[in-house]
């Protein structure tokens, strides 16, 4: 069963108010009335936001966050990642399935991405998804068989938008958790037991580069086609100056499993993790420290700008991070 998969209580509500409390740092806590985990955050301006997690709970913001109103999605599955190419047209993944809105997430359509006979002995679980350029974009993921075992990694790529999709073969099994494009050329995706996979063809063929651990990596953030970032199990931090071709692993004092590094800028960039461990650079990723913050809770999304920035995680908690 993948990483990203936790048990949950259910949320029932409409619409539900922040309780903002001001942490001793930069970020502000805020406490929703559910308990469901909260594993993914995107902001298309600052004050439209969205975010999602266990059992298909998908909420949205118009007011940067004051407060947030439950939107009903077509799905019970655990939604892993939302991503939006620019502020209409956006994607959902859930499960073996994935979601498409065209006019601002007002409305979503699911989308056929699978056809089952492709897959023989499992079934797909989509964890990520992104798009090259405005028609073609990329979900990955594992198969799982009936035991819940991977049994095989899983690259969707559409030509048209997010209309169709077609599998196409990389040169590994592991279960992909993520990945990134820097431009319509160069993209890489991470996984589990460190594997990482390079383009530099827009996603026809996939490399394999060396790592240098065998440590679960969860997310790649790429702020060109040179300078890059992954991290993972057991307090991982990879960072590169050349696009991947040499993987530096960052060493620091802070252990935890990390689940996000996202820059708002060439220097300046978050890590969130387990334990509610926030870490930040000021040095393009050189050296890191801990921010301190008012939550042990399990942070598993972030979304970071110039202006402000956002991390979501367990028990429906809600970061904002103020400059």
């Known amino acids: 069963m993948s990483i990203l998969k936790k ?150 790529r559409t030509d048209d938008g997010g209309e169709t999709w077609s599998r196409i073969t990389v040169p590994s099994k592991m279960e992909l958790y993520h990945l990134d494009f820097a431009n319509s050329s160069r993209g890489w995706i991470v996984g589990d037991k460190g594997i990482i996979l390079a383009t530099s063809d827009g996603g026809i063929s996939w490399q394999v580069q060396k790592a240098g651990t065998d440590k679960a990596l969860y997310n790649v953030d790429f702020r060109d086609s040179e300078n890059g970032f992954a991290v993972g199990g057991k307090g991982t931090i990879l960072r590169t100056e050349n696009g991947g071709e040499i993987w530096e692993s960052i060493k620091t004092n802070f252990l935890n499993t990390f689940m996000r590094v996202n820059f708002a800028d060439d220097k300046n960039g978050f890590i969130v993790g387990y334990g509610g461990s926030i870490l930040r650079t000021s040095d393009k990723g050189k050296t890191w420290i801990k921010q301190d913050n008012d939550s042990k809770d399990n942070l598993y999304g972030l979304f970071i700008t110039k202006k402000y920035g956002w991390a979501v995680g367990a028990k429906g908690l809600i970061m904002k991070y103020q400059r």
């Open 7 to 156: 048990n949950i209580l259910l949320l029932f509500f409409t619409a539900f108010p922040a309780q903002v409390f001001l942490a001793q740092s930069s970020w502000i806590i805020s406490k929703s009335s559910g308990s469901s985990d909260l594993v993914a955050v995107y902001f298309t301006s600052q004050e439209r936001g969205f975010i999602a997690g266990d059992k298909g709970f998908f909420a949205f913001t118009n007011d940067g966050g004051a407060n947030w109103t439950k939107q009903i999605v077509d799905t019970s599955d655990d939604i892993n990642e939302i991503y939006f190419r620019n502020d209409d047209n956006g994607y959902i993944v859930a499960g073996k399935t994935m979601f498409m809105t065209s006019d601002g997430a007002r409305s979503w359509r699911e989308i056929s991405i699978f056809n089952p006979k492709d897959f023989k002995g499992g079934t797909p679980e989509f964890l990520s998804v992104r798009f090259a350029d405005k028609k073609r974009g990329f979900v990955i993921g594992s198969v799982i068989n009936k035991n819940d075992e991977v049994i095989d990694s899983v690259v969707m």
